[in-house]
């Protein structure tokens, strides 16, 4: 029997199970209210805080409420939002630190303006049942996004049928921010919205008109994978590139107050880009 080496074991043990027991009593505990169908959403934010975890102290822990959608249509799309508050009472029993509100386009199609009214009613369910919790959306996160960028003309990859497509356009620009080309893919089911490659954009990108713009967003739904992509963009064409999930990631950082730099997330999680609506 080699002792040495059997010592090297335990020894390797008792470091990992402490390494462990520290990041369970220091995790951040961030809420995700989530799509049933949703299968990116619990991949690609947590892939960004993870690689996070190892530029800086902090752990983070993620926990999953889920409001019934497989069809991405208008109707659905209500349905499922009316269900997020019994998500937010849900994740509150959790004393999560933050919730994150994962469908950008359901709070797009409910009228300009919704993803404020959409924070403020998730808040106050999660303050009803004792502990109140920021809340922040994918669909504000890019529209806070755009603006702490300094954009004003952006290009946009969306994964929806046309007329939800151009319910998201129409929303950004009603928050300030031209929209000079956008592309439809008009895939109508979540889950093979979450099959597409997820360095397609890297290519689609190609088929947008992007002479001018500040931005690129290569993915504005947060199903529709594109982590891969963002930094590839970039390199590319020199212009700033984002996702529903990179900005949500940011906006989770800026809400439980870290520095909100993480690799892998392009200039938005870069240099702690602070969010100039607050």
């Excluded at 809420?31 to 902090?58: H, K, Q, Y």
């Excluded at 969306?158 to 928050?175: A, G, H, R, T």
């Excluded at 300030?176 to 689609?204: C, F, H, R, T």
Aim: aromatic share 4%; glycine share 6%.
């Amino acid at each position: 029997v080699n002792i040495n080496s059997n010592n090297a074991n335990l020894k390797s043990k008792n470091l990992n199970k402490g390494k462990i027991m520290i990041s369970q009593k220091t995790a951040r505990r961030v809420g995700l209210i989530v799509p049933s169908s949703n299968v990116t959403m619990e991949t690609e934010i947590p892939a960004l805080l993870r690689a996070r975890e190892d530029i800086f102290p902090d752990h983070f822990t993620f926990h999953s409420s889920r409001m019934r959608m497989k069809n991405v249509t208008k109707e659905e799309l209500e349905r499922m939002d009316d269900d997020s508050l019994r998500c937010a009472a849900e994740l509150s029993d959790a004393a999560v630190e933050v919730q994150a509100y994962a469908c950008l386009v359901a709070i797009m199609s409910r009228g300009h303006g919704y993803h404020n009214v959409s924070a403020k009613r998730l808040f106050e369910a999660s303050a009803a049942n004792g502990s109140p919790t920021p809340t922040v959306s994918s669909a504000g996160a890019l529209v806070d996004a755009l603006h702490s960028l300094g954009a004003k003309k952006i290009s946009i990859i969306c994964p929806y049928m046309k007329p939800l497509s151009e319910m998201v356009v129409d929303y950004i620009e009603s928050e300030g921010v031209e929209v000079k080309d956008y592309l439809a893919l008009e895939i109508p089911n979540n889950l093979d919205v979450a099959s597409q490659d997820p360095m397609a954009p890297a290519e689609l990108w190609k088929k947008l008109d992007t002479k001018g713009v500040d931005a690129i967003v290569a993915s504005a739904c947060v199903q529709m994978p594109s982590l891969p992509a963002i930094e590839a963009i970039e390199k590319q064409t020199g212009i700033p590139t984002l996702s529903a999930s990179v900005a949500t990631t940011w906006s989770i950082l800026q809400a439980l107050g870290l520095k909100a730099i993480t690799p892998g997330g392009g200039t938005l999680l870069k240099t702690d880009i602070k969010n100039t609506k607050v």
